[in-house]
């Protein structure tokens, strides 16, 4: 027997730490976002996480887990259009606009499978969604399911959305199954509702999945399970390497935003909070100085915030924590 072989202690848990990436996590369905973050969190012993873009605990798929600093731009990793896998059940209709919902109304289904096709193209471009009372969108500052679970009524504000694409993948006696590409701000179960209105029998999402997001890289995403079987396989509980690796850099999940580059002497300025209004050595990408949204700003290819533009001056919006090392003295 090798003496040296370190034998895991599973009553032992490693501190907490630091660690920044994003981890691509394939959610499953039944748990809500919050405790699937907090199981993240546990398993790779991060000292901070945050999530963005949450699923309902029916839907799966991805749900982007930011560790440590990737936290603080997690607002910008859900910006991208997205793609879902959905299923709606014909004749049914619910007040929440999927399965966990109280049936409002049952109808004949009729010929609707035959009408289908064309029902599904008049929701192919820019239209306009009344978000599902059972949502997070805010009125007067209060979430909308809340006003749902007290009983009480409130005018939904409707939205303006892009649809790029639904493809039509399978269909049964009573349900049907689509791709659809969406702008951000889509709510899939209110797509199927209205599907369902148009075909006169109703429908709602009996399976919900997220499966791409534009600007997100196209890694694979990561099961709790196989992440925490890896964890268990280690014979050093402090060991992380494995389980690190599966986490995508902050600058390569921010690298799809239109880039300046600065000098390293007005990153130093920029990262103390001074705008910077001369901007002539700068290198842009995919933007120029009349760029008004968000840029990723690097110094010597290094990332080190976010920000924009403003009648031609460099704002910072948010920061990496101390991105230059002037803490330690590094910078020139």
Do not use: W
């Amino acid at each position: 027997m090798n003496k040296d072989r370190i034998i895991p202690d599973k009553s032992r848990r490693a501190p907490k730490r630091d660690i920044d990436g994003v981890f691509l996590l394939d959610k499953p369905t039944g748990i809500s976002s919050a405790l699937a973050l907090t199981k993240v969190r546990g398993i790779f012993r991060a000292n901070k996480a945050g999530h963005t873009g949450s699923l309902d605990p029916l839907a799966s798929g991805l749900l982007p887990v930011c560790l440590g600093q990737a936290a603080k731009f997690s607002s910008y990793f859900l910006e991208g259009s997205k793609k879902y896998i959905a299923t709606g059940k014909l004749g049914i209709v619910t007040d929440s606009g999927d399965a966990e919902g109280n049936v409002l109304e049952e109808h004949e289904i009729g010929d609707a499978l035959s009408r289908l096709d064309e029902a599904i193209k008049k929701f192919v471009g820019d239209i306009t969604q009344v978000p599902p009372i059972y949502s997070a969108i805010k009125v007067d500052g209060k979430p909308l399911y809340k006003y749902a679970r007290a009983g009480k009524s409130v005018e939904v504000p409707s939205r303006e959305v892009t649809v790029f694409y639904i493809k039509l993948l399978d269909t049964t006696e009573d349900s049907f199954t689509i791709e659809v590409y969406c702008s951000k701000g889509t709510y899939i179960r209110t797509l199927v509702s209205d599907i369902g209105s148009e075909l006169g029998c109703g429908a709602h999402v009996t399976m919900l999945r997220r499966i791409e997001v534009d600007g997100l890289p196209k890694g694979e995403m990561h099961t709790l399970d196989s992440l925490q079987k890896l964890a268990d396989a280690r014979e050093d509980f402090t060991d992380f390497k494995d389980m690190d690796a599966m986490l995508i850099p902050i600058d390569e999940a921010m690298n799809y935003l239109p880039r300046i580059d600065i000098p390293y002497d007005m990153a130093v300025l920029l990262c103390q909070g001074q705008r910077q209004d001369n901007l002539s050595d700068c290198k842009f990408t995919d933007c120029d100085i009349s760029y008004k949204d968000t840029v990723q700003i690097r110094t010597n290819d290094m990332f080190i915030g976010v920000g924009h533009i403003q009648n031609g001056t460099l704002i910072s919006d948010r920061m990496m924590s101390d991105p230059l090392h002037t803490n330690k003295g590094l910078y020139k």
